[in-house]
């Protein structure tokens, strides 16, 4: 459709036409509009039209039409922005809720949009994300406090930059029209985004470098954006709660794979290399690759780039891997792959240890700066993933025919010089070794004097007390279980209801 449609009484409208000011008119309209087969106004007219025309300066500041036609008023008052200023802002939310059902696909904005127009609607959506409503500061941002849709409009940005340069050679041989402005405007956002581009793609990488413990990031959706009307503009606010959860690794991902292809443009092949390795290592944890609309990645798209850098596709990716890439990259994501390692135990526990080590020696010595709590949550989850170590250590203490004897050697030096402090921690570590080794375990280790001193006869009785209650109540179940067979092959229907009824409930009797 020609986008002269779009002005209010310039020619004869389609009964199916929507002129553009109803959509102020009835909040609802939007959403319904976009799902007809083919909408008129496609996306891309309406989002230039909302923008253009919230960038007039209004004609008459007192005069409160919102269909902007000089003494035609407006029935639906109600509905109404109430002045200048409200009016646009309501046209702003409006593109943006139309970017936000095309997913914020970068592609579609960069293919469908001026580039100016792609420029003012991603600062606007930063403004209305950002929670002071600045859409100017875009990169000395502590980026470990702010909220999610805010980290991920700047996101949306940095990388609109990224891609904006790298594709400027398209932009120069566009035949320039009267919608998408004058070359000069154009060539002059370009050298404007050339100058920024060396802090947006600094941005992105510390961005890559940061964890969620949540494991996702709340992504703003078309209903985040609420409707800008007469009775909420005191106490208009947007509602980000209800946004979509992006998977935090496919978020990196799709920020990786564009830092990497501005690199390869740039013939920087060494900061390449090291990126699409990342976002291949974090492909390769996703569960069943990009599902979410907002990750566009692919594996092609990685095994492309991967070979364009000297990257091995055929390279195991293994948790290991992926923790030494992070120590030499400043810990970058360090909190993810242990998180995953917890629920596979595949990076040895030294290793871990090792790193809680070497943390904690770079933040006091200043070589490195980090989120408060990052070394805090290391050691959480260090100790998580060491809580079912010591079951297999009474597994090899009990096979082992000199197991007792070398845990007794271990601890004798330990003993001789320990604090108070020291000797609780090893009592509590041989309670809880005692408690799940074997009756005869048990007894060969408190011979020992290095045990029986942190050992109280009590407690012993106690633990032994309760294997043999145990082992008692295992002896009984089975001993019932036996009567239930054998009832049910000796007897026959007659009397077999009654006698399983009464070891069935001797049977749950003893269940604890």
Request: charged share 25%.
């Amino acid at each position: 459709m020609d986008v002269e449609l779009l002005r209010p009484g310039t020619v004869p409208a389609n009964p199916d036409t929507v002129l553009w000011f109803e959509f102020l008119l009835d909040p609802n309209l939007l959403e319904r509009h976009f799902n007809k087969h083919n909408p008129d106004p496609s996306p891309e007219n309406l989002i230039i039209k909302f923008l253009t025309t919230s960038l007039e300066p209004p004609e008459d500041p007192e005069l409160h039409n919102i269909n902007g036609i000089p003494g035609d008023p407006v029935n639906n008052t109600n509905l109404a922005p109430v002045n200048g200023h409200s009016r646009r802002q309501s046209l702003k939310i409006l593109a943006i809720k139309i970017c936000a059902l095309w997913n914020f696909s970068l592609e579609q904005i960069e293919s469908k949009l001026p580039i100016c127009l792609q420029n003012t609607l991603l600062r606007e959506l930063i403004g209305f994300t950002s929670p002071t409503h600045d859409s100017n500061t875009l990169i000395d941002i502590d980026l470990q406090n702010i909220p999610d849709e805010y980290m991920f409009s700047l996101s949306l940005f940095h990388r609109w930059v990224l891609r904006t340069l790298s594709n400027a050679i398209e932009f120069k041989q566009i035949r320039m029209n009267a919608i998408q402005g004058s070359l000069t405007e154009n060539e002059e956002l370009l050298s404007h985004l050339q100058s920024m581009s060396g802090r947006s793609e600094q941005f992105l990488k510390v961005l890559c470098t940061m964890n969620k413990p949540t494991g996702y990031i709340m992504v703003p959706t078309c209903q985040c954006f609420t409707a800008l009307i007469e009775q909420n503009v005191d106490s208009h606010r947007h509602d980000f709660t209800v946004g979509y959860k992006l998977n935090f690794y496919e978020f990196l991902c799709q920020i990786l794979l564009d830092l990497t292809a501005f690199q390869v443009f740039r013939e920087d092949y060494v900061e390449a290399k090291s990126n699409i390795s990342h976002c291949k290592r974090l492909f390769d944890c996703l569960p069943e690759g990009s599902v979410s609309p907002y990750c566009t990645v692919t594996q092609e798209e990685i095994h492309g780039y991967c070979e364009a850098s000297g990257v091995d596709v055929s390279e195991k990716n293994t948790l290991e891997l992926m923790l030494l890439d992070s120590i030499n990259n400043d810990y970058r994501n360090v909190i993810g792959i242990l998180q995953q390692d917890n629920l596979v135990n595949e990076i040895p526990m030294s290793a871990r240890i090792s790193l809680d080590l070497d943390v904690a020696a770079s933040l006091a010595t200043g070589k490195f700066s980090a989120a408060r709590d990052l070394l805090f949550q290391i050691q959480t989850l260090n100790a998580i993933r060491q809580a079912p170590v010591i079951s297999e250590y009474v597994a090899k203490l009990c096979s082992s025919k000199k197991g007792v004897d070398i845990l007794v050697w271990a601890l004798g030096p330990v003993l001789k010089n320990a604090s108070d402090e020291r000797k609780t921690k090893l009592q509590l570590f041989l309670l809880k070794l005692l408690d799940q080794c074997d009756e005869a375990t048990v007894h060969s280790l408190y011979k020992h004097k290095e045990v029986s001193t942190l050992i109280k006869k009590k407690e012993l009785t106690d633990i032994l007390e309760k294997k043999n209650k145990d082992e008692d109540s295992a002896v009984q179940t089975g001993t019932l279980l036996d009567a239930l067979w054998n009832s049910d092959r000796g007897q026959g229907t007659t009397g077999r209801s009654n006698d399983l009824l009464g070891v069935e409930r001797k049977l749950i009797s003893t269940y604890n």
